[in-house]
């Protein structure tokens, strides 16, 4: 693991502009991912969410960082500018710390495990999560729900979607208002479902740009349904849009947007999906993903009194793995030196009148010396050790036990 490494931008170094031009849809990781198997990269990962684009894996940074700015069509110079390295066990733990939600823009967003086990699954089905990697991402996985059970940093809805209907509960409260919530991907769908249960004076209309995806959902949950082609005329229509679509698409100008009318708009697209000559506009309010994290932020503040129980957690987490990691690397000599002890017990004359399990204890037992060598680094000579272990069972006898076998193998 040495050779992991963590590269990209989040929202610590780089505002949501800069964010947007290195965002990464389905497509561009699919791009990635294609480009990562010539590179011959065996571990890479693509993880790309509203506040970060990230990629981790195992090799040559350089090459990743070539296939960045490559893919998002990028000059080198601006993803310098606000790029971020890390490499081997800080690596690893910035992984760890992702996916537990502690490395979120909204402390304790425990949406971000679910895409970060997404963006795994896609490495796997393109034949590049490799077995270390793969555990590791199980293990990061597992810590994360340990935080999630054992501590409140996670408590409740914290996340985007969350944040969104703290905006507008404070801006409305119990007032009715009409809503356009554009783009039924994940996000928006939480969205929707959020303003049903806790707003319920919210009038919701959905659009996306598919339409059977939004009918779906429109007619389930019981929401009014637009087309996408109609959003822009429609807007004038609502005191709320939520745009949750790729901001790739067709942005908002300020011509779409009505002349006196109050508007509260929340853009939590990246790429943006409105203009930012749209900000000039007195009457209308609008909150990127970075303001509306940092306005729900503030409600969360005694979240962090949490954080240094996580941590503990993650440290757990991550030397059993550094531990599993030594043992799979010498797997192979773990292996051949269990089967030598099996022949060995089989040819010896008293261990030949027990039975297969009871053979298999004293086995077990060797093995248990023999591992715990390997995880102290000592040197040891697997004839050595063999010697020791068939001693052992000519003179099992007259109690012998492992201490000898431990101490011998000391002295020599």
Known sequence: ??????????????????????????????QCNTLAKQYDFQDFVVLSTCNRTEIYGSGSFRKAENMITEICEQPVELFNQYKFVKTSEDAIRHIFNVASGLDSQILGDYEILGQFKNACRISKENGLLGPVFERMANVCIQASKEIKTKTDLSRGTVSASYAAIEVIRNRFGEASAKALLVGMGKLGNNIAKNIKHYLPNIELTISNRTYSTAAEIAESEGFSLIPFEEVVSSIKDYNIVVLCANGNDRKLMPEDLPEDKPLLILDLSVPRSIHQDCLKRAHIEILDIDTISQIL????????????????????????????????????????????????????????????????VLVNKAMQKFVLNLKDNQSMDPEVILGRFKEFCHRHETGMDFKLLKSKNKRK
């Not at 932020?297 to 531990?323: C, G």
């Open 1 to 30: 693991m040495e050779s992991t490494f963590v590269i990209g931008v989040n929202f610590k170094n780089a505002n949501v502009e800069v964010r947007s031009a290195f965002s990464m849809g389905a497509e561009k990781q699919m």
């Open 297 to 360: 932020n503030e409600t969360f503040e005694k979240r962090s009194t949490y954080v240094p129980i996580a941590h503990e957690i993650i440290d757990k987490h991550m030397a059993e793995f550094l531990d599993w990691r030594v043992f799979y690397k010498k797997r192979d000599q773990i292996v051949t030196m269990k089967q030598m002890f099996i022949d060995s017990s089989r040819e010896c004359t008293y261990l030949a009148t027990l039975d297969e399990a009871s053979r298999e």
